[in-house]
């Protein structure tokens, strides 16, 4: 049986060694005496992207349908249908996969690097909602993103937060925004795909933490309703702030509010403003100085913001797997400790040196510092900014719908009294 | 006095028409603007995710952090790169007894590779993409005895293209990139891919 082996044993040694010398075609290419042919190299599928252009459209068509349900015709049954084609054919059908929500960060990697050009679809991905947005408030919330319409469609009996703690819940997509898009442009992390807890639904396919977070969500949101969109999706802080400047926003009432406050609690997602009580003369002089204060102060906080994140930014390059990987040698270098993880494993097969991995960390940490500071600057700014707004009278006379907060979802209607007839 | 009410009430409304007519200006500015950022940086066909097979290094994380189950990633073979071996690294178990097709043979755990006879002394090995659940084995087989003809890409038929690849990610050697539309498999025969200028 040895002997059986043995010529192979040589030859496995032999070619051991011998591979040492030719890294590529270490056996010869057989000569073949039958009439054999090489088979086709397989060539599998390629993806079309057709199919990602007719996304576009259908985006382009549902925002449409959408906007015109809920401001023109104001019917809710109208979205909710919008919200269930939304949620089978972006979500179920197109996986979820590109959205609007994680276009921010290509948008942003196209900005802030040179080497990455971003698809057309992506950038369309990102731009068409903020202007349907511009026009016609947040009707992508209402029934065209499939994340916000799983959400919708789950939400059975809305509970409300206390207000302090729907105020501060509702900065968190702000700061999620702001880090999200930092990490993007630093070529770092996806931060937005990577914590998306309902594409794994979508997929029916995802690491179980995600699936998890997914379903935790869903469960929280029948009583909180829709809680992603409020406390945390980044792409709906900045259709926030579009949709505050919207040209036809919906309203609440067809015609003029009559002020039954039946739509006072209405809303699950705390959008509904009241009318504006008259201040009397002390009051006003009083909001005046506190809007002159926060005014004052925006450049304050915008500065605070920067200081903070500059001082963060460090901590974050952290995160970017090239400055964990130069930790983790530098360790093994000074203690002993041996670097095992798989990264570390492929760094020592690769044949990089330590000085480079070492500079590439020290310019990725420099690039982080550079970039915070505009991140906690931004930050400090909108929370200047939203401190301002409270002072503001907005003079008021009806029940209005918060253009930022409000996503469109048309609950609201129900409640209001007030009937137009058709025929006028 | 009705004057002065009516005049101030005018007042207000203009200051609060500026605010909003300011606002919208401002937010329509980078709506514009980004676009024009953009125009030279945009594709149109757009980004497939695709694996490099000369900076791969087999380390397995393929199989396991793809979000499809089994992985996207399945292994391919460079027929014209083969050797046509009787005694296959990426086939067979190191070590093994007897060079036949049994299963304890086998370095595919899946059994997907297939063994035929071509002529006196070669043999050729076809891969059943059904069965391939990318491990990657028979690959560092053939890259440590074999002239490296096996070779992972991801399938794009399977694929998801997700915006984030999670293996893109996990990969250890950055292997996983994007690259363009155009050319959406990197075929190992036709030697490294050339960088984008």
């Not at chain 1, 972006?90 to 276009?103: H, L, M, Q």
């Amino acid at each position: 049986m040895l002997k059986k082996l043995l010529p192979y044993i040589f030859v496995f040694i032999f070619l051991n060694w011998y591979s040492g010398l030719h890294a590529q075609d270490r056996f010869p290419r057989p000569e073949f005496e039958s009439d054999y042919v090489y088979p086709e190299h397989q060539a599998p599928f390629q993806r079309s992207y057709l199919l990602d252009y007719l996304d576009v459209a259908v985006l382009i068509a549902a925002l449409s349908v959408t906007a015109w349900l809920a401001v023109k015709k104001r019917s809710r049954r109208g979205l909710v249908g919008m919200s269930v084609f939304s949620l089978l054919y972006f979500g179920f059908f197109r996986k979820g996969c590109i959205c609007p929500v994680g276009s921010v960060q290509n948008v942003s990697l196209a900005l802030f690097n040179s080497d990455y050009s971003i698809p057309l679809t992506a950038l369309l991905f990102f731009i068409v909602p903020l202007v349907f947005a511009l026009l016609y408030g947040r009707v992508f919330c209402a029934g065209v993103c499939p994340l916000g319409a799983i959400q919708e469609l789950t939400g059975f009996s809305p509970v409300k937060l206390p207000k302090a703690a729907e105020t501060v819940l509702a900065s968190v997509p702000f700061i999620y925004l702001a880090v999200a898009v930092l990490f993007a442009a630093m070529k770092s992390h996806f931060l937005i795909c990577r914590y998306d807890p309902f594409v794994g639904i979508f997929r029916l396919d995802a690491p179980h933490t995600i699936l998890i977070f997914g379903a935790l969500l869903l469960l929280a949101g029948i009583f909180v309703n829709r809680p992603y969109c409020r406390y945390l999706c980044p792409y709906g802080a900045i259709l926030n702030i579009f949709s505050r400047f919207s040209g036809k926003h919906l309203s609440i009432t067809p015609a003029e509010c009559i002020n039954c406050r039946l739509c006072e609690n209405a809303c699950p997602y705390d959008a509904i403003l009241k009318p504006d009580a008259v201040p009397t003369a002390e009051e006003r002089k009083k909001i005046r100085k506190m809007f002159l204060t926060w005014i004052i102060l925006i450049p304050v906080f915008t500065a605070a913001g920067a200081l903070v994140f500059h001082n963060l930014g460090p901590v974050m390059a952290g995160i970017t797997r090239e400055v964990r990987l130069a930790g983790e040698i530098r360790l093994e270098k000074e203690s002993g400790i041996e670097a095992v993880s798989k990264d570390a494993v492929a760094f020592k097969e690769a044949g990089k040196t330590e000085d480079e991995l070492f500079t590439e960390e020290l310019a990725i940490i420099h690039r982080f510092r550079k970039a915070s500071p505009w991140a906690g600057g931004f930050l400090g700014l909108s929370l200047g900014i939203s401190l301002v707004a409270l002072t503001i009278r907005t003079g008021r006379t009806g029940y209005e719908p918060h253009r930022g907060k409000c996503y469109s979802c048309g609950r609201c209607f129900k409640y209001c009294p007030v009937q137009v007839s058709k025929k006028d | 006095m009705q004057d002065q009410m009516s005049r101030q009430k005018n007042k207000y409304s203009s200051r609060r028409d500026f605010v909003s007519k300011a606002g919208k200006i401002l937010v329509t500015a980078p709506l514009v603007a980004l676009p024009l950022a953009l125009s030279r940086k945009t594709t149109a066909s757009g980004y497939v995710w695709q694996i490099d097979p000369f900076k791969c290094t087999q380390c397995g994380q393929c199989k396991t952090n793809c979000v499809k189950t089994p992985s996207a990633v399945k292994c391919y073979h460079a027929f014209v790169m083969c050797g046509y071996c009787d005694l296959c690294g990426g086939y067979l178990r190191q070590g093994v007894r007897t060079i036949s097709t049994g299963a304890e043979n086998q370095l595919c755990p899946t059994g997907a590779i297939t063994r035929r006879f071509v002529e006196e002394p070669y043999f050729e090995y076809t891969i059943n993409e059904d069965l391939c659940d990318g491990c990657g084995k028979c690959v560092k087989g053939c890259i440590d005895f074999g002239n490296g003809s096996l070779y992972l890409q991801i399938n794009q038929e399977l694929c998801d293209n997700c915006n984030d690849c999670l293996i893109a990610r996990k990969c250890p050697s950055d292997a996983i990139s994007r690259v363009p539309a155009g050319r959406q498999y990197i075929h190992k025969a036709d030697g490294p891919p050339v960088p984008e200028s």
